[in-house]
C-alpha cells in the first residue's frame, strides 16, 4: 500500500533560530495512492493522508492547487473544493476541520501543475510561509506531487530541504 502523503519532506528556515515553525511539503491527498488518475479518493485514502501529516494542534497549509493544463481543477478528485471554486461542496479548510476535528488554517495560491509558479504568485506563498514561520507555525505546503511547486516556494522563503537520513 502507498505512503500518505508522498514526497512528505522537512525544509529548513531561512535563519535558524529557536523561534521558527516547521516547514513541510507534501503532495495532494490521494496522489500517492492514486498516481495522476482521476478519480475521487476513499474517504479512507484521505484518512491516511491526514495521519500521516506532521503533528501540530494547527496545520497552516499553503496549497498550491488550481488547475491541470487541461483545465481540468485539481479539486475535482474531493469531496471538497477551492475556496476559489463556486458550489455546494464544502471547501478544503471545512471538509478538514469537520473531518478530523482538529484545525486547519489553508490559504490558497492557485496554480497550473506543470507551468510553473507565477512571480506574483511565487512572491505571496512564499511571504505566507515566512510569516506562518516566524509566528511558530507547523507549515505545510502542498501541489500536486509534492515536488515541483512547492519546492519553489520554499526556496524564494529562502528554506532549503533537510537531507534525508
Not at 44 to 62: K, M, N, T, Y
Not at 130 to 146: C, Q
Request: aromatic letters at 10%; charged letters at 25%.
Amino acid at each position: 500500500m502507498a505512503t500518505e502523503p508522498i514526497n512528505l519532506r522537512e525544509w529548513t528556515a531561512p535563519q535558524p533560530s529557536g523561534r521558527t515553525g516547521r516547514l513541510f511539503t507534501c503532495g495532494r491527498p490521494g496522489r500517492a495512492t492514486f498516481g495522476r488518475a482521476k478519480v475521487c479518493p476513499l474517504v479512507e485514502i484521505l484518512d491516511r493522508w491526514a495521519r500521516g501529516l506532521p503533528q501540530a494542534d494547527v496545520l497552516h497549509i499553503v496549497s498550491l492547487l488550481g488547475q491541470k493544463t487541461t483545465g481540468f481543477s485539481e479539486f475535482d478528485y474531493y469531496r471538497f473544493r477551492s475556496s476559489t471554486e463556486a458550489g455546494s461542496r464544502p471547501v478544503f479548510e471545512d471538509w478538514l476541520d469537520s473531518r478530523y476535528g482538529r484545525r486547519f488554517v489553508i490559504v490558497e495560491f492557485p496554480t497550473v501543475d506543470g507551468r510553473g509558479v507565477p512571480r506574483d504568485v511565487l512572491e505571496g506563498a512564499a511571504n505566507q510561509v515566512l510569516n506562518w514561520l516566524e509566528a511558530e507555525r507547523t507549515v505545510i505546503v502542498i501541489d500536486s506531487a509534492g515536488a515541483e511547486r512547492t519546492a519553489r516556494v520554499c526556496e524564494a522563503a529562502g528554506c532549503r530541504p533537510i537531507p534525508e537520513r
